[in-house]
């Protein structure tokens, strides 16, 4: 039960969010993409140096920013 | 009249649905944010005829891009009016976040219908939906749509009048809540092994293929449409021109006693009944051949394999794989979007930009491509001019414009005040191009390009006949010479194709030939006419784009830039 960023998740993993970091905009902005507290994800890819993350949601893949990933933190209840 | 407005989440089939229930077809491709502007139709329900408006894709009522403003403009228009009718599309792999938007126009008490969009799609992966159930609780009609193949669209037009207002009821702070019970409450999963489609997915993000996939894939891309575009020219078009279309015109030239002033300008000049399509300068000689039997197969050659980039949802993976270089010049993935439209023309390029968040973003991207990212119908004009001075001297025009866009990126990117936003989207899932979309998407883009281009082509070709007549373009030479010959090394003759520049890039392009260049007068000119001004349709879209204040800003980057670049080429090469 570890909290780690999404930078930080390895790829392969599933892991829900538990906690979102950043103003109104940035919340309403991944809001809409169906990122918030409770959703359970699993992280597909990252590109090398700090590229953006990728992560699928349901049928629905989208790709993070690095800097954007970092607030978003997950609890991955795999070891 | 009764308005139908089409709203949903971006990349859910608006524009594919428009088409299906207007016939006006409407350029659709496999990624969020392809409409960015507004465009209607005609449809008739039940004898009555109403408007049909395809509205671009947003995710909420709140904006976060430009395309979204829009969409959200003509959204808080539309709920004024008492005969709007909205049909929200929507994807139906994807229910749950659809949704957010479709109880935020319930709460907008505006009369709704939902389309369920990519039915077909729901079936390979698992996805079954009780759609009884789903009318039941959202209190609104609801339709299945396949739009690309069609299934389904009688249904929704005959059921458009059942639209209503809907009774459901939620707290906007519960919104969430309330979306996860509706998707338990119609929704059931099914397992199901991994697709084809799903494993290239993996393999075309994955850093260490992703690249080289990307590679290759440019790399192909490039190769065929020079391969499909010379071979167009070689079997088809040269032999209409050479065979058909120049005893015409030899007959034509007799007739009109071989000479003077209205010859010259329809046909051009004729040494020894020898017709030069490329350099004659007539309206109907080099006027017809330069957009038609040089610039057009490349453009659909282009536009072939473009198109099926699109519609294949490669083009955001590339975004992806980009990310990084993009940061560099100050703008996120994303921007290779509009970057790729530019190369087959600007105009489009430059309206795509609206798919990017900021300002700043928006005016490096069109800066850039204005100055450094020839159109197509340039780069097939610079084909057949330094194609035979081999693969150098194409690497060198190229090159150096790949370089000045970079700089130039990297100079905005540290100039320009604020910061630009990361990437942040969908990615969608590939999907097979659907052979007769394709098809009809390319016939679209050729025929804007022709009906764009060759009235322009031919005005630009009387423009330079008028001025030759005059003597005008002698006296801008001589005044431009110092720049011109002095600082680029160019003659004075190619002032003349510098002035239509501005007009047309194919035309001035061509206008070099009769030159007689050198290999390195060839590439600083078909370099300075890239950088120094877009065409004019480019810049007046560009006004609208930036507003006037940014647009002389760029202006003036663009022509201290062309200098710069001028003058160096002029001296190394």
């Given at each position: 039960?570890?909290?780690?960023?999404?930078?930080?998740?390895?790829?392969?993993?599933?892991?829900?969010?538990?906690?979102?970091?950043?103003?109104q905009h940035m919340l309403s902005k991944v809001n809409a993409l169906g990122i918030r507290i409770g959703v359970k994800l699993k992280k597909l890819s990252s590109q090398a140096w700090r590229g953006p993350i990728t992560i699928q949601i349901g049928n629905s893949q989208i790709a993070i920013g690095f800097g954007m990933a970092q607030k978003i933190f997950v609890q991955s209840n795999q070891p | 009249m009764k308005k139908i407005f089409l709203i949903g989440n971006p990349n859910v089939g608006k524009s594919?649905?428009?088409?299906?229930?207007?016939?006006?077809?409407?350029?659709?491709?496999?990624?969020?944010?392809?409409?960015?502007?507004?465009?209607?139709?005609?449809?008739?329900?039940?004898g009555e005829k109403a408007e049909v408006i395809d509205v671009p894709g947003s995710y909420s009522l709140e904006p976060n891009t430009q395309a979204e403003k829009v969409a959200l403009n003509i959204f808080s228009n539309a709920v004024k009016n008492n005969e709007a009718i909205f049909i929200n599309v929507i994807d139906a792999t994807n229910l749950e976040r659809n949704l957010n938007l479709t109880l935020q126009l319930i709460k907008h008490k505006v009369p709704l219908?939902?389309?369920?969009?990519?039915?077909?799609?729901?079936?390979?992966?698992?996805?079954?939906?009780?759609?009884?159930?789903?009318?039941?609780?959202?209190?609104?009609?609801?339709?299945?749509t396949s739009a690309l193949t069609g299934e389904g669209?009688?249904?929704?037009?005959?059921?458009?009048?059942?639209?209503?207002?809907?009774?459901?009821?939620?707290?906007?702070?519960?919104?969430?809540?309330?979306?996860?019970?509706i998707v338990t409450n119609t929704q059931t999963l099914s397992h199901r092994h991994h697709t084809f489609f799903e494993r290239i997915e993996d393999i075309s993000i994955h850093p260490l293929t992703g690249i080289p996939v990307a590679v290759l894939i440019l790399f192909l891309s490039f190769a065929l449409i020079r391969i499909i575009g010379?071979?167009?020219?070689?079997?088809?078009?040269?032999?209409?021109?050479?065979?058909?279309?120049?005893?015409?015109?030899?007959?034509?030239?007799?007739?009109?006693?071989?000479?003077?002033?209205?010859?010259?300008?329809?046909?051009?000049?004729?040494?020894?009944?020898?017709?030069?399509?490329?350099?004659?300068?007539?309206?109907?000689?080099?006027?017809?051949?330069?957009?038609?039997?040089?610039?057009l197969p490349y453009i659909i050659a282009f536009y072939l394999l473009l198109s099926f980039l699109e519609d294949s949802g490669y083009l955001p993976r590339l975004g992806v794989l980009v990310d990084n270089l993009m940061h560099k010049i100050g703008v996120h993935g994303l921007a290779i979007?509009?970057?790729?439209?530019?190369?087959?023309?600007?105009?489009?390029?430059?309206?795509?930009?609206?798919?990017?968040?900021?300002?700043?973003?928006?005016?490096?991207?069109?800066?850039?491509?204005?100055?450094?990212v020839p159109c197509m119908a340039q780069i097939a004009m610079i084909f057949g001019l330094v194609g035979h001075h081999g693969i150098i001297a194409l690497f060198?025009?190229?090159?150096?414009?790949?370089?000045?866009?970079?700089?130039?990126?990297?100079?905005?990117?540290?100039?320009?005040?604020g910061e630009s936003p990361e990437i942040f989207i969908e990615i969608p899932p590939y999907r097979l191009p659907y052979f007769k979309a394709l098809i009809k998407k390319v016939w679209m883009r050729t025929r804007w390009f022709l009906r764009e281009a060759v009235p322009f082509v031919l005005f630009g070709v009387l423009i330079i006949n008028l001025l030759y007549f005059l003597h005008i373009i002698d006296f801008i030479g001589n005044l431009?010479?110092?720049?011109?010959?002095?600082?680029?090394?160019?003659?004075?003759?190619?002032?003349?194709?510098?002035?239509?520049?501005?007009?047309?890039?194919?035309?001035?392009?061509?206008?070099?030939?009769?030159?007689?260049?050198?290999?390195k007068q060839i590439v600083i000119a078909s370099i300075i006419l890239t950088m120094y001004f877009p065409c004019i349709a480019t810049f007046t879209v560009l006004i609208k784009e930036l507003g006037m204040t940014d647009m002389i800003k760029a202006f003036a980057i663009m022509l201290i830039s062309t200098l710069m670049v001028g003058g160096t080429l002029n001296f190394l090469l």
């Open positions: 039960m570890d909290k780690l960023d999404l930078t930080q998740l390895p790829a392969g993993k599933e892991a829900m969010i538990t906690e979102i970091i950043g103003g | 594919t649905l428009f088409s299906r229930l207007t016939g006006v077809h409407v350029i659709a491709s496999n990624y969020p944010g392809t409409t960015v502007e507004y465009s209607k139709g005609y449809i008739r329900i039940k219908i939902l389309a369920l969009n990519f039915w077909d799609e729901t079936k390979h992966l698992g996805v079954h939906i009780d759609i009884t159930e789903l009318e039941n609780i959202i209190d609104a009609p609801v339709v299945t669209i009688k249904n929704l037009v005959s059921r458009i009048t059942q639209a209503r207002i809907s009774q459901y009821k939620f707290k906007n702070s519960d919104i969430w809540i309330d979306i996860g019970q010379e071979s167009i020219i070689t079997y088809i078009i040269e032999p209409i021109f050479e065979n058909l279309w120049a005893p015409i015109i030899l007959k034509l030239s007799q007739q009109l006693g071989e000479s003077g002033l209205l010859h010259d300008i329809l046909l051009g000049r004729i040494v020894d009944g020898q017709i030069n399509f490329v350099e004659s300068l007539g309206l109907l000689t080099t006027g017809l051949f330069v957009p038609v039997g040089m610039v979007i509009p970057t790729l439209l530019g190369i087959g023309c600007n105009v489009p390029g430059a309206m795509a930009t609206r798919i990017l968040e900021t300002k700043r973003e928006r005016f490096i991207v069109s800066t850039l491509m204005a100055i450094a060198l025009v190229f090159g150096t414009l790949f370089l000045v866009w970079i700089t130039l990126g990297l100079i905005l990117n540290h100039t320009l005040r431009t010479a110092p720049i011109i010959t002095g600082m680029m090394g160019l003659p004075k003759d190619a002032v003349g194709a510098i002035l239509i520049g501005f007009l047309r890039k194919d035309v001035a392009v061509g206008m070099l030939i009769p030159l007689g260049l050198t290999m």
